[in-house]
């Protein structure tokens, strides 16, 4: 069984949308994706070995650094197609855990219906170091870069992955990681999609070009949009504002200045223009929304992070943008 893991310094980690600090064996959620689709959860404490593999649910852990890293693992059914399914790497919000943000975003239902590979590994102590942010995992300097890197690569060699359509998604703590990640090992994603987070890094150099999807709430209490530390932000770091996160990712990029902005309701969505190697660049501001990963389920367990806004269905909205590029 996998190693209970609990929050031992939970007011200094970053708070997320769907969970408070207690047991994580009290709290963690069953997989409505496997129930969706008939398939048996399994738990393993090795990665899968090849070339069998299981649908559905399992969990499997990774040495790195010396330390065993543990993932929650995702595969749909069905035949994967003559490339190989697309794969997604979900990162969870600071005090959270990757059964948390499997069942709070609900990707697995999506990529059960869609077709892709879907896995959510565990920060050390709930967190990841994302440069500037956030608690144990950027205090001790995690080398969160190198364990996702790892993982990647192990899934890729234990699984029917397409190599060139690999994806990486998170919220709050996880949306800052994934845009270090993209920053600084470009060569294994196409594309991230960082959720109320921000580049917490000084430079971004990346290596080719990685297409971006952003999205943020303009009434963000914990990560505000216009940066600095929210009112209810327990990280303890002032953060960039999502401005200058965009001008920095841009500019790393080296995508053109020129963009045009589309308002849809509660939705405005800047677009910039072609990047190199095809690389796009969106960014989406909601309306009214606060911190919580938006068209979630209703925030029972942590009702101080605020309402979970219904105006975006952040999950589709982010697959869809995703299984588009080429």
């Known amino acids: 069984m996998k190693t209970t893991i609990r929050v031992v310094i939970c ?6 949308a769907s969970v408070s600090c207690r047991d994580r064996t009290e709290q963690t ?14 738990t393993q404490s090795a990665p899968l070995a090849t070339p069998a593999f299981s649908v559905g649910v399992s969990h499997g852990t990774l040495k790195f650094g010396g330390v065993d890293r543990t993932y929650r ?21 600071g005090l959270g855990w990757g059964d948390q943000f499997a ?4 990707f697995e239902a999506t990529a059960a219906r869609k ?40 899934l890729e060699a234990q699984l029917p992955v397409d190599k060139n359509h690999v994806f990486m998604a998170g919220h709050s703590n996880g949306a800052i990681m994934a845009f270090r990640f993209g920053c600084e090992r470009a060569d294994l994603v196409k594309a991230i999609a960082p959720v109320a987070g921000s580049l917490e890094v000084p430079d971004c150099k990346p290596s080719r070009g990685v297409s971006l999807l952003a999205i943020h709430g303009d009434a963000d209490q914990n990560h505000p949009i216009g940066g600095g530390e929210g009112p209810r932000s327990i990280a303890g770091v002032p953060f960039t504002s999502m401005e200058t996160t965009l001008a920095l990712w841009a500019r790393g990029m080296t995508c053109p200045a020129g963009t045009y902005s589309t308002l849809e309701g509660r939705l405005t969505t800047t ?3 072609a990047c190199p190697d095809g ?33 975006l269905n952040a999950t589709e909205t982010i697959w869809k943008f995703l299984s588009e590029l080429k």
Do not use: K
């Open 11 to 16: 007011g200094l980690l970053f708070a997320i």
């Open 29 to 42: 959620p069953a997989s409505t994706a496997t129930a969706a689709t008939g398939a048996a959860s399994s």
């Open 73 to 93: 693992l995702f595969i749909p059914p069905g035949t994967p197609p003559p490339g190989g399914w697309p794969l997604l790497v979900g990162l969870h919000g």
């Open 103 to 106: 069942a709070n975003s609900q």
């Open 115 to 154: 077709g892709f590979v879907a896995v959510f590994p565990d920060g050390l102590q709930n967190t990841w170091n994302g440069g500037g942010c956030c608690g144990f995992a950027a205090r001790t300097r995690v080398d969160d870069v190198g364990f996702l890197a790892a993982l990647i690569q192990e």
């Open 271 to 273: 677009v910039w223009a």
């Open 279 to 311: 690389a796009q660049m969106r960014y989406i501001v909601i309306a009214g929304a606060d911190h919580p990963w938006p068209g979630s389920a209703p925030n029972r367990l942590n009702p101080n992070q605020g309402e979970v806004s219904q105006a």
